[in-house]
Structure formats: C-alpha cells, structure tokens
Nanobody
C-alpha cells in the first residue's frame, strides 16, 4: 500500500514559480513516479515522470524547459519545480506511483499508475 500527499499548490501570477511536493509512505521501492494534471472540463494529462533512480526523466512538450521533476528516495519524496508559469498551467496537479518496475515505457499513460494523491490546486493568473 502506498499513500501519496501533494502540497505546494497555490495562486501565482504568470511568469512566477511554484514547487510542488509529493510525500510518499508505504512501499515505493522500485517505482517510477509521475505528475499529472487536470484542468476544469479536460481530461487528466501527463506532465512529467522520473525513474526510480532519478537519472531518467520525461516531460510533456507543453512543460519541457519550464518544469523539473526530481526525487529524494531517502525522504520518500518527489518534487515538481514549475517556472515561467502560464495561465494554461492552471489545473489540479496529481502525484502518482507506478507499481511496475518495468513500466517505464508506459509512463505517460495514467492507467499505468495505481496509486494517486488527492491533488493540489495550481492557479496561474494572467
């Protein structure tokens, strides 16, 4: 069993920055982790993923160069540093854990993930 709790969301002006955190408890060993987001009226979409070792990352084109995913396995935490925020980044952001150590190939598919946090709201004003 894995529990995920996101924090760090809030209201920020366009061009600003936020750092989201995801605190994990339970068995996270070997899991790669992902961040997804869901805007009102839209489907949940992939944002970023990081391998268990932290040496491999992947980003959606819409956030590449602006967002950075990282993890600290000693603290059982995953982070999403978001810079140069845009109004279109407004969404609820979710942290997720993939149970399959061999699942990196499906890292962008939300169906691959079995544990999800409750989400944290990010609002970017223009």
């Amino acid at each position: 069993q894995v529990q995920l709790v996101e924090s760090g969301g809030g209201l920020v002006q366009a061009g600003g920055s936020l750092r989201l955190s995801c605190a994990a408890s339970g068995r996270t060993f070997g899991r790669h982790m992902g961040w997804f987001r869901q805007a009102p009226g839209k489907e949940r979409e992939f944002v970023a993923a990081i391998s268990w070792s932290g040496d491999i990352t992947d980003y959606a084109d819409s956030v590449k160069g602006r967002f950075t995913i990282s993890r600290d396995n000693a603290k059982n935490a995953v982070y999403l540093q978001m810079n140069s925020l845009k109004p279109e980044d407004t969404a609820v952001y979710y942290c997720a854990a993939d149970p399959n150590p061999m699942g990196w190939g499906k890292r962008r598919d939300l169906r691959e993930y079995d544990y999800w946090g409750q989400g944290t709201q990010v609002t970017v004003s223009s």
